[in-house]
């Protein structure tokens, strides 16, 4: 996992949003590979890094999916897809536990979508109501402006341009040049690796167990 990792990340790194890039990424010598980390969390970063294998497009639809363990056609995700698929490869189902806390909590979630009771198609799914999850279950951690505090296997959430929220995973791997390391994400383009830490407003930084 970690070879096919680094080919990815290399194949990847030129495709990168982040403004605090110096140089381009456009060879191994951009990019610092680490040693394999056999961690919880170090495995939740390779299973990030192996989604990039699979072609996804962006597709928002509602989908109405199997209960537990549900996920929407392979083939299609936005960005929370990325961290739901990525938690379900170590085994953990975020659709089931957003929907049991929901179910015993339902009014500390956010009431964005005028509902009046839980909807396990697609509650996990929305980027405010995982942040929610991670805050009440002590996962949060401070937001700063220092790459070296965001971990692999980290969760990070942004504010985007029109107030839309944003979810990724940091891996294991590092820009050489502005110092971050990469997120596995999907902004539109699929789910791919970039160097996008800080080119938007980070609203959200976790780091979940299950």
Partial sequence: MKFIGEILILLYSLAGCSSNTNQSTNSLNNINFKPKDTSFFGRLSDSAISLTLQKVSYDPSYFIIAYPNGDIPSNKGVCSDVVIRAYRKMGIDLQRKVHEDMLANFDKYPHKWNLSSTDKNIDHRRVPNLMTFFRMHQAQLLITSLPSNYKPGD????????????????????????????????????QVVQDCLFSFKIIGHYRFKG
């Fill in 155 to 190: 969760i990070v959430c942004w504010s985007l341009p029109g107030n839309l929220t944003h979810i990724g995973i940091v891996i294991d791997s590092t820009n050489l040049y502005s110092k971050n390391n990469f997120i596995v994400h999907n902004i539109g383009g699929g």
